[in-house]
């Protein structure tokens, strides 16, 4: 119940405080850099991302384990694959900016899952890290 309350207050924030990004845009403000995703409503870690390129990532779970990522554009999504950790399963978000912080909403039918994604000013270090 509170989740569904703050995703309809996130949904109706003003234009002015919530704007949509292009996966590009998104992209051109994280490749190179490293981002923290946390739950936006109760502020979890859910991980850490490592964007080598604007295709390729270094994924950290919350609890310490890596896989590498591939990153594509399809339309107005980002979407990540695992192919380690997942096998084809693809996690496609749309990518916003609300109060001048990056989020990624979850674009599938009914998911409520929104990240806020900030950067941080570090690699992405984990046991068993893959070399890219």
């Known amino acids: 119940m509170r989740r ?34 946390t739950d936006t409503f109760s502020g979890a870690p859910v991980g850490t991302e490592e964007f080598l390129s604007r295709t390729r990532t270094v994924w ?18 980002i979407c990540f694959r695992y192919p380690d950790e997942y096998g084809d399963e693809r996690w496609c978000w749309w990518p916003f900016e609300a ?4 989020h990624v909403r979850l674009a599938r039918p009914g998911a409520a899952d929104v990240q806020r994604a ?14 890219v």
């Open 60 to 77: 950290a779970e919350a609890d310490g384990t890596c896989v590498v990522g591939f990153v594509t554009v399809e339309g107005p999504t």
């Open 99 to 102: 109060e001048g912080d990056l």
């Open 4 to 37: 569904a309350l703050l995703l309809a207050l996130l949904a109706a924030l003003p234009a002015a405080a919530q704007q949509s990004l292009t996966p590009d845009e998104f992209l051109d403000r994280v490749e190179g850099r490293t981002i923290r995703f």
């Open 118 to 131: 900030t950067p941080v000013d570090a690699t992405v270090q984990c046991e068993g890290r893959p070399s």
